[in-house]
């Protein structure tokens, strides 16, 4: 009975080690610094421009895929779901907080998404950027699949250029959400350190643009909005650790 149940314990540890080798994240460190959060030059959303210092972190690589969904989750919610290398979509707010808890007890780590404010530091290339509109290039289809080249669905992680950290589809491929409500004034009343709006509102953000936006979208301060309750086949996420 004992050696039975040594056994189906033993096979149970393989199977979560081998589902977290799976879920976990690459991850690319971001040293941390200050930056002109915001821009003049887009719409409403982005105004103030403002200075924001961050503490160092860790962002994924990618953003989080079918395959890795599927490991935490068992089942995959996304529209195109013969792509297990593509990035999830269809899933709200609160299943992405459920699969973040499921990750961080599989993994032992603590996963969260970004704020905003580190997307937007991460996209610019943090203290190595060179001024790109769009995270890697001036050109959009270098590193976004978006509406000009995305052929209506999304396509597998890291397939494009990647940013000044080595981060891929920043721009493009699926909407990312971000750990802040939205609030159309919050840039001018954020604090100045590792800004968070965690005052609950209807909406959520959103960054990077996605496989149906056009470049409007998709420059690195671009700020967008998504139902806390809203399911789409063109929102994902990637997620953060703390330095």
Known sequence: ?????????????????????????????VEGGTFQMGTSEGTKKEIPVHAVTLRSFYIGKYEI??????????????????CGKCPVEQATPADINTFIA???????????LPTEAEW?????????????TYPGSNKLDDVAWNVSNAGGITHPI????????????????????????????????????????????????VRGGSWKSASERCYNQARNINSRHHRTSNMGFRLVLEG
């Not at 909407?175 to 709006?197: H, I, M, Q, T, V």
């Open 1 to 29: 009975m004992l050696v039975r149940l040594y056994f189906w314990l033993t096979i149970f540890l393989i199977q979560t080690q081998l589902l977290a080798q799976i879920a976990e994240p690459e991850m690319v460190f």
């Open 65 to 82: 895929t079918q395959d890795q969904w599927v490991a935490v989750m068992g089942t995959n919610p996304a529209t195109f779901n013969t």
């Open 120 to 132: 937007e530091y991460a996209a610019i290339g943090g203290n190595k950027s060179k001024g790109f």
């Open 102 to 112: 499921k990750l961080n007890a599989l993994t032992g780590k603590k996963y969260r």
């Open 158 to 205: 890291g397939e494009l250029k990647p940013n000044e950290l080595g981060i891929y589809d920043m721009a493009g491929n699926v909407w990312e959400l971000c750990s802040d409500w939205f609030a159309g004034s919050y840039y001018k009343r954020s604090p100045a350190a590792n800004p968070l709006n965690t005052k609950k509102a209807f909406y959520r953000v």
